[in-house]
């Protein structure tokens, strides 16, 4: 299949190398050109231009936020009117979701279609792929999603839905890493250690991949480089009380993961995993 993909960072840059082992012709395109150094040395066209990535039969974008997918649909040389199916695979607000569906709705067709999973998944084609939209338009994806990911979950017709639940789930991984963070600060204050309280809690009632992997993150501190780091996290998390205003839900416990966020950014830097919103919990509790 022709393939344009746009936004070469951590994750895009996996998901665009694994389309290429699974034998797509793929033009790719980001900001920076020397990020696709690698790709192209492997088989990848480069393009000038989002547009030009947007040539093909379907153009895949992982992008970091609002105003960078804006950008590149609707920026000088965007998308926006090429010939290709976009299929945003970017955690973006809700309002920009259904701004794209209606503005491809003519032309050339959207896909909502996050992913779960940290940069060791995307490269191990072991992502989670949530989708939602035309399902003719998700059958013609199939494929790729399969070259990227080891399931796909079919949401709903209306790509607002996949955002929906990228959104929901990116707070319940907070909200989990929040709850092993004040779980380990409690039982470290009394004497046990970080190691045993996650062999506890991952080989009895908690043994699910959320726990494992970031529960291994903050026994070994283990925060930098940032799998996904925590000015990202904050962006979810602004997103995700977007959508609860709009849709008058309160959610108490995603004001305190805001807040950890930020505490964090502000005294560990921006280049520091989201994940180490434990470091707040800890000096909250004055365990530096």
């Known amino acids: 299949m022709r393939v344009g993909f746009i936004g070469l960072g951590q994750m895009g840059s996996a998901i665009a190398a694994n389309l290429l082992k699974a034998g797509h012709d793929l033009t790719v395109w980001n900001r920076s050109a ?8 492997a088989g990848a066209h480069l393009a000038t231009s989002p547009a030009e990535a947007a040539q093909g039969e379907v153009a895949m974008s992982m992008l970091s936020d609002d105003a960078a997918v804006e950008a590149v649909v609707y920026g000088e040389n965007g998308i926006l009117g090429a010939p290709a199916l976009h299929v945003s695979h970017s955690t973006i607000g809700i309002p920009l979701v259904e701004r794209l569906a209606k503005d491809h709705a003519a032309r050339s067709g959207f896909v909502s279609a996050p992913v779960f999973g940290r940069p060791a998944a ?7 792929v949530v989708a939602a939209g035309d399902g003719e338009a998700i059958d013609r994806c199939a494929p790729l999603f399969e070259a990227i990911g080891q399931r796909t979950f079919r949401v709903g017709a209306s790509p607002s839905a996949a955002s929906l ?15 092993m963070a004040e779980a ?40 930098r480089p940032a799998g996904f780091a925590a000015p990202l996290g904050l962006k979810d998390m602004n997103l995700v009380d977007a959508a609860a205003t709009a849709s008058r839900v309160p959610m ?36 530096h």
């Open 252 to 287: 108490p416990v995603l004001g305190v993961v805001r807040d950890h966020l930020r505490s964090t950014i502000a005294s560990h830097g921006s280049d520091v995993d989201w994940a180490g919103i434990a470091l707040a919990v800890r000096q909250a509790a004055g365990k």
């Open 165 to 179: 639940v990228k959104l929901g789930g990116n707070f319940m991984i907070m909200a989990a890493v929040e709850a």
């Open 34 to 41: 020397d990020k696709a150094k690698d790709l192209v040395a």
């Open 184 to 223: 380990m600060t409690l039982v470290e204050a009394g004497g046990v250690d970080r190691r045993a309280m996650l062999d506890v809690l991952t080989g009895t009632i908690f043994n699910a991949p959320v726990y494992s992997l970031y529960g291994e993150l903050l026994v070994e501190d283990r925060f």
């Open 122 to 128: 995307a490269q191990a084609a072991k992502l989670f």
